[in-house]
């Protein structure tokens, strides 16, 4: 069975300051790393994700995460936050063998709150 | 643009009452899932399926039933709501091929009271 535990409920930031969000998984097997993100009241939305090759994965609005397979983590950075960033972040592994059927299992979330 | 979508955005029931939260996608996924999230314990798997008439318990099946006539529905079904299955629910759909991403819908907000 495979686990996701995201070390931080909430982080409240300043904008323009740089932000971490930290990810740690447990799992046997190999597997795919996600970050979601959820603004309010809407639905979740794929952020980035790690498949294979490069550990440094990168997202449109100026995220990244990296993969480090010795620690087990898949942190996510900013390094200059807007207020529009404020949302719920999920964290999310899936086994990438054998008949997963796609299954993922989530983090318990972080609340980036971002203030002027 | 994918898309999916869920029937009610919020919704109100009393106790005791049968509900019926739809989710329809228009991707062609053959996996679909439902979701329900709840502060401080993330997204937690109900039921997933993957094809048609085929479904598989996820972690948290208790109280819940779901049904898969056809390939873009995928039904989450409270046989008899109680008060602790008031909650955020997401429905999701995928791929049946890696990396298997999932889409989601905006969610049902449920009250049971």
């Known amino acids: 069975a495979q686990s996701v535990t995201q070390l931080d409920s909430q982080v409240p930031v300043f904008e323009e300051a740089p932000v971490e969000l930290r990810c740690n998984y447990s799992s046997s097997v190999s597997v795919y790393l996600f970050w979601y993100v959820q603004y309010p009241n809407q639905g979740l939305q794929l952020l980035l994700k790690?498949?294979?090759?490069?550990?440094l994965v990168e997202s449109i609005n100026g995220f990244e995460a990296e993969f480090n397979k010795s620690q087990t983590s898949f942190h996510l950075r900013k390094p200059s936050v807007h207020i529009s960033d404020t949302a719920e972040y999920f964290c999310?592994?899936?086994?990438?063998?054998?008949?997963?059927?796609?299954?993922?299992?989530f983090g318990q979330g972080t609340i980036l709150t971002v203030h002027p | 643009d994918v898309k999916v979508t869920q029937s009610s955005r919020y919704l109100v029931k009393r106790t005791g009452e049968k509900v019926f939260l739809e989710c329809v996608q228009d991707?062609?996924?053959?996996?679909m899932f439902w979701y329900r999230q709840d502060p401080g314990l993330g997204l937690r798997l109900i039921y997933f399926?993957?094809?048609?008439?085929?479904?598989e318990k996820g972690d948290i099946p208790e109280g819940y039933s779901v049904s898969r006539e056809k390939k873009e529905r995928f039904s989450l079904i409270l046989e008899s709501a109680s008060t602790n299955q008031t909650s955020m629910y997401l429905c999701?759909?995928?791929?049946?091929?890696?990396?298997?991403?999932?889409?989601f819908g905006p969610g049902t907000r449920l009250t049971v009271t």
């Open positions: 991707m062609d996924h053959e996996n």
């Open positions: 790690y498949l294979s090759g490069s550990t």
């Open positions: 399926s993957y094809d048609v008439k085929m479904k």
């Open positions: 999310a592994v899936l086994n990438a063998g054998g008949t997963s059927y796609g299954k993922l299992t």
């Open positions: 999701a759909s995928s791929t049946h091929v890696p990396p298997y991403e999932q889409y």
